[in-house]
């Protein structure tokens, strides 16, 4: 049998290169193979911190009389979710067809074109609780592909042509304030008030939401309970700080232990903003500084860019234990490997990175921080762009995935390199982020839509027919649509080009009933409307070029504003003559460093700090 996994770039396929199961990647070329020898498909799907993909792998996937069965009556497929989120967000809307338990691993049988007929997430080696062994799940599906053949292709095409023609949001009209104020509302009615956070277990942080309450007046003191609560309960490491992907219980304990990139990258914006709203929460100053150590010191790799997870399980005494590194003090750890990282640096989740510690530097002066992100940026940039200029979404180690970029992608490196350029003072992010916007505002109008991937999305997905158009949804972090629309705000604060905020009204307008009626999974979208409902405030702090001189006063530092921008008389002139009217004729006063403080461009007399 070849191995066909031992040169894959995603480490959770190589973590699976010794399974007696002759695993293919993502491709149309194991599609075609299925076509050929009339089997089905298996297609597996995770990731490689995921806890039930470890177990899966160890019970089901390592036994060969399983791979006997599979690869006698299969083709199967492995895919990393994190590197394929198309096809991961087009079969999990599949699988939402067979089962309510939707999760990974998520495990599909599709037909050679790719279209589900059976779906399940985790299948137990033994039947358990009235759930079928995983052998049972492969007698039952080969079973229905030899009798009942046309049944299955029936349901198979059924549910493909349902995803296919998922109607897309209509016209509407963007959201006031009082309506944000509803969706606050529909929030804290199901607050924990115990324990923080919303709903019963298993909880997840749900960022995005924290984000959007501390953007909103009514919804701060609901955003600060939750935050305060969850930075002293088990979901936070107290040896190095970064935060777990959820808890299985409502007190926050019993966590699953990865530690994800994008949950600490905007855990660690609102913990910032928590303490710029009020200086005397230590616990933000704290939950914060332990969050960007956890980024800074655990998972930026040497190249600079930022690895896509910490993995729950670790070998301690020759066993693999998920947490068991965790239950342990800072000596007690010292002694032992800690659990490995997905070394996967992702352009969009680095963006949000980049873009917390940029924002997270400025507040609490910490050029360690902003250098961190400068790192990761700099990386991405000479790393993360092909020879046709598009987007790369995925390396190892400099090898560049042939994964294509997603919509995410563009619009979280984007806003990342918006933000590192106004806390440096560089144009160059910000007329990076500009192209990459302007690339999927030209792929969008071609496309006929407001956003698109340059280049277009997965093939395979779509010779299948079975793509999702523009999934609008969040959940853990932004969607490609609400990253996209951020980052055209928070360039049309930079530039004053009216195109930029049209696309992001254009972009958000539609959705805006749907995220008012659930806004758990539309955080960062209702955020961004009810700034488009305010008068956007603007800050621009000008130094002579000498420098900076002297510390900058902690009240122009963490005042509340959309967007603050550092920069050298210098820098001001090389943005204004790149095109960014915010900064035209923006000087020191007296010779001394001026803040300009700003409302939609009209600025006041500045002041000298």
């Known amino acids: 049998m070849v191995n066909r996994l031992a040169s894959a770039l995603s480490p959770y396929l190589r973590a699976h290169a010794d399974n007696p199961v002759d695993w293919r990647e993502w491709g149309q070329d194991a599609f075609d193979e299925a076509s050929a020898r009339d089997v089905p498909v298996f297609v597996s799907i995770g990731y490689s911190t995921c806890h039930w993909c470890h177990v899966m792998a160890r019970e089901s996937f390592s036994d060969p009389d399983i791979a006997g069965i599979l690869n006698e009556n299969f083709v199967s497929i492995k895919v990393d979710r994190e590197e394929y989120p198309g096809v991961d967000a087009s079969y999990m809307a599949q699988a939402a067809a067979f089962t309510r338990q939707l999760g990974w691993p998520l495990s599909l049988f599709t037909t050679p074109q790719g279209l589900a007929f059976h779906a399940g997430t985790y299948f137990p080696p033994m039947p358990v609780s009235g759930y079928p062994s995983f052998r049972q799940v492969l007698e039952a599906v080969l079973e229905a592909w030899a009798n009942r053949r046309p049944e299955v292709l029936r349901n198979a095409a059924a549910i493909g042509e349902a995803i296919s023609a998922a109607p897309a949001p209509t016209a509407g009209t963007l959201p006031g304030d009082a309506d944000i104020d509803e969706a606050v509302a529909r929030l804290a009615a199901v607050e924990d008030l115990q324990y923080g956070g919303f709903g019963e277990a298993p909880k997840f942080p749900v960022a995005p939401v924290l984000g959007l309450l501390l953007e909103s007046g009514s919804g701060a003191d609901l955003a600060a309970r939750s935050l305060e609560r969850m930075a ?68 930026q790799l040497p190249s ?42 992702l352009a969009g989740w680095n963006g949000l990175a980049i873009a917390a510690l940029a924002r997270a530097a400025v507040l609490f002066d910490r050029d360690d921080w902003l250098e961190s992100a400068r790192w990761a940026a700099d990386y991405l940039l000479e790393n993360h762009r092909g020879p ?31 933000g590192l350029a106004a806390a440096t003072g560089e144009p ?50 932004p969607s490609g649509i609400s990253a996209s629309a951020d980052a055209a705000w928070r360039l049309f604060l930079l530039t004053g080009e009216n195109r930029y905020r049209e696309a992001t009204v254009a972009a958000l307008a539609p959705i805006g009933a749907l995220a008012l009626a659930n806004p758990l999974s539309f955080g960062t979208s209702l955020g961004l409307l009810h700034r488009l409902a305010r008068t956007p405030v603007q ?41 960014f009217e915010l900064f035209e004729a923006r000087t020191p006063r007296n010779g001394a460093r001026a803040a300009y403080l700003c409302e939609n461009f009209t600025c006041r007399v500045p002041e000298e700090v």
Do not use: C
């Open 428 to 477: 160059v992010y910000a007329t990076t982020a500009r192209a990459l916007v302007d690339d999927t505002l030209a792929a969008g109008a071609a496309a006929g839509t407001v956003f698109a991937e340059p280049g277009g999305g997965d093939p395979v997905l779509a010779a299948s027919g079975i793509a999702l158009a523009g999934d609008p949804s969040e959940g853990a972090y």
């Open 232 to 299: 002293a309960s088990p979901l936070r490491d107290p040896v190095d700080g970064g935060f777990f992907r959820y808890a299985t219980r409502r007190d926050w304990s019993d966590p699953h232990y990865e530690r994800m990139l994008y949950d600490n990258a905007i855990l660690l914006d609102a913990y910032a903003r928590a303490w710029a709203d009020d200086t005397g929460r230590d616990w933000a100053a704290s939950a914060a500084s332990g969050i960007a150590a956890f980024l800074t010191g655990v998972l």
């Open 304 to 345: 600079g860019g930022y690895a896509s997870a910490q993995d729950s399980e670790s070998v301690i005494d020759g066993a693999r234990s998920e947490g068991g590194y965790y239950a342990r003090d800072a000596a007690g750890r010292s002694a032992l490997e800690p659990p490995a990282l997905d070394e996967k640096v």
């Open 388 to 418: 046709d200029g598009r987007l790369i979404r995925a390396t190892v180690a400099e090898r560049r995935s042939t994964a294509r970029a997603t919509l995410e992608d563009y619009g979280m490196l984007a806003t990342g390199l918006l």
């Open 539 to 579: 800050l621009v702090v000008v130094s002579p070029d000498a420098g900076r001189t002297g510390e900058l006063p902690a009240s122009i530092r963490t005042r509340r504003t959309d967007v603050t921008a550092l920069v050298t008389e210098q820098q001001a002139r090389e943005f204004a003559a790149a095109g």
